[in-house]
């Protein structure tokens, strides 16, 4: 099993840009979700998905959007970049909902927009 | 709404020695997990030691293991025999379950460990 991969791992956009991250994993994981790392802010949680067609907002969502075609993959859009939102994003997912379950994390993409 | 606080920024110990994470969160549930997470230089996040709420006995993990203290709402790692591939940025974790019967985790702001030789 690759886990979960992400890419690209390093990108640089100009403001008003959009671009796709692109995150998936091969371990069969209902749920994914995507996290942005500031410093002295922690992991915080954008977006995340419990199954092919089904999404909700975490805390900070505004300027991202995603979307689960499939079980495997789960981008996040960038509609139009901002300095904002530079970052270094994460995706995780896990096999069950509830329980004691075991998260797995991407490698992570350094987003910086200019 | 809960929260997690990592009170140390920085910690350092030398090598073999034993150095521990402090660990505070908020919540007024009863039932819940909580976790800490290794960050190398490489940024992988590694899960480290993870505890559920409804054990009274600490977790452990080989050299790692944790003082839960429930009613106080700590969550403190203890590196036992510390090495110099410690040297990373540790999270501490809640996962919150929801009412949709998902779930999220609330992660603190992270400890930076730096191992001496």
């Known amino acids: 099993n690759a886990g979960v991969t992400q890419t690209p791992k390093f990108q640089v956009l100009k403001t008003g840009q959009s671009m796709t991250l692109q995150c998936a994993q091969d371990m069969n994981h209902e749920y994914m979700s995507w996290y942005r790392q500031d410093p002295g802010m922690g992991l915080r949680l954008i977006h995340y998905s419990v199954g092919a067609g089904i999404t909700d907002q975490g805390e900070v969502p505004n300027g991202y959007n995603v979307s689960r075609s499939t079980t495997e993959d789960f981008p996040l859009r960038l509609l139009s970049a901002a300095p904002s939102q530079t970052s270094v994003y994460f995706c995780?997912?896990?096999?069950?909902?509830?329980?004691?379950?075991?998260?797995?994390f991407g490698p992570g993409t350094r987003l910086t927009v200019l | 709404a809960q929260t997690v606080t990592q009170s140390q920024p920085e910690m350092s110990v030398q090598e073999a020695e034993t150095v521990t994470l402090s660990c505070t969160y908020d919540?007024?549930?009863?039932?819940?997990?909580l976790f800490w997470y290794k960050q190398p230089p490489s940024r992988q996040m590694i899960l480290v030691i993870r505890q559920e709420a409804y054990k009274q006995q600490n977790a452990t993990e080989n050299r790692f293991s944790v003082n839960f203290q429930k009613a106080a709402k700590s969550f403190s790692l203890k590196i036992s025999d510390s090495q110099l591939g410690d040297a990373a940025m540790y999270f501490c974790a809640y996962r919150k379950d929801l009412p949709s019967g998902t779930y999220k985790y609330i992660f603190g702001t992270g400890t930076r460990l730096k191992v001496l030789a």
């Open positions: 919540t007024s549930e009863s039932d819940y997990y």
């Open positions: 995780a997912s896990s096999y069950s909902r509830s329980g004691s379950n075991m998260v797995f």
